[in-house]
């Protein structure tokens, strides 16, 4: 069972302490799975899968102590394991395993005040979940709009002939096979083509696309600018 050494406190000691559990749950799903397989065996009393703060994972027996020092995992992960298809059983785990993360993480910040609680929220869902890392889905994410209130979202891109072209999206949309429609934006910055699964802000003043990392935005930053100017942009001199 996970043990703490000492309880992280602030946004980004919790994130640091979400990533690296979630880390270790992903290796026991995907690059360990042969031995998470095995060591799940139903023949075992009620076994529980940690991660831990250090990157690594355990199938062990839940905590004695009640309540117990943690937000607890889903029991009884080995019982089910005979009776559905590998791929269904570890995917159902995947899900009970986002699940914990999540408790732990908000466990860790119950003193957060609402506006840490939405910054570390926002970048745990800058990170793809363990259900899509092991199902290998990969959400499309909308790319970033500065319109604030709209509940529509604006793909904006030129084409050949120098127009602009401009395609609605959703802004719930979650999963949609749109590659295609994205495939020739390329950032302003570093050249690279459009990916999903990564973070991109839109220039309101040349329309251009950058990945966040390349004008160092983040998600969270993103979100408190009304609107926002690529390095380029900000450094025109305003014409009289």
Not at 81 to 96: F, K, N, P, Q
Request: proline letters at 7%; charged letters at 30%; a negative charge.
């Amino acid at each position: 069972m996970a043990t703490i050494s000492s309880s992280p406190r602030t946004v980004e000691e919790i994130f640091k302490d979400y990533s690296a559990r979630r880390s270790g749950i992903v290796r026991a799903l995907t690059y360990d799975v042969d031995e998470f397989y095995s060591t799940c065996d139903p023949e075992k009393e009620n076994l529980c899968l940690y991660g831990h703060p250090n990157e690594t994972w355990e199938v062990t027996l839940p905590a004695e102590e009640v309540p117990p020092e943690l937000p607890e995992p889903a029991l009884g992960i080995n019982f089910a394991r005979d009776g559905m298809h590998r791929r269904d059983w570890l995917s159902l785990i995947a899900v009970h395993t986002d699940s914990w993360l999540l408790a732990v993480a908000f466990y860790f910040g119950a003193r957060l005040n609402r506006n840490e609680r939405k910054r570390l929220f926002s970048l745990i869902n800058d990170l793809p979940t363990v259900f899509e890392v092991v199902t290998e889905r990969k959400p499309i994410k909308d790319k970033p709009n500065m319109d604030g209130g709209n509940k529509s979202k604006t793909s904006t891109k030129r084409s050949s002939d120098g127009q602009v072209k401009s395609t609605p999206r959703p802004y719930d949309e979650s999963y949609v096979e749109d590659e295609e429609e994205h495939g020739e934006t390329l950032c302003g910055s570093c050249g690279g083509n459009y990916s999903g699964d990564e973070f991109w802000i839109g220039c309101d003043i040349c329309e251009r696309w950058y990945h966040g990392k390349c004008v160092k935005i983040t998600p969270a930053k993103a979100e408190s600018i009304k609107q926002y100017k690529c390095p380029s942009c900000s450094a025109k001199k305003v014409r009289p």
